[in-house]
C-alpha cells in the first residue's frame, strides 16, 4: 500500500505505472527527467495540492498498484 511518507523515486521504481498517475494530478514532469525528491505528501504540498487531492492522488496510486 502506497502512503503519503512514501517516497516518490520509490513509488516510481517499484511500479512505473504510477507515472502517469502522478503527472495526471499536476506532479513534475517524472518522465521529463526532473527530479523529484522526498516524499508523495512533501511533493503535494510542494506542488499546491489540496489534502483532498493528496487523498485522490493516494487513491488513484493504490488502485493501480492493486489492478496492475
Known amino acids: ?15 512505473p505505472g504510477t507515472v502517469r498517475v502522478f503527472m ?5 514532469c517524472l518522465v521529463c527527467g526532473e527530479p523529484v525528491w522526498g516524499t508523495i505528501a512533501e511533493n ?3 506542488n499546491g495540492l489540496s489534502d483532498q ?5 493516494l487513491d488513484d496510486l493504490n488502485r493501480i498498484i492493486t489492478t496492475a
Open 24 to 28: 495526471d494530478h499536476n506532479f513534475p
Open 44 to 46: 503535494a504540498r510542494r
Open 1 to 15: 500500500m502506497i502512503g503519503p511518507e512514501d517516497l516518490v523515486e520509490d513509488v516510481v521504481s517499484a511500479h
Open 53 to 57: 487531492q493528496l487523498a485522490a492522488l
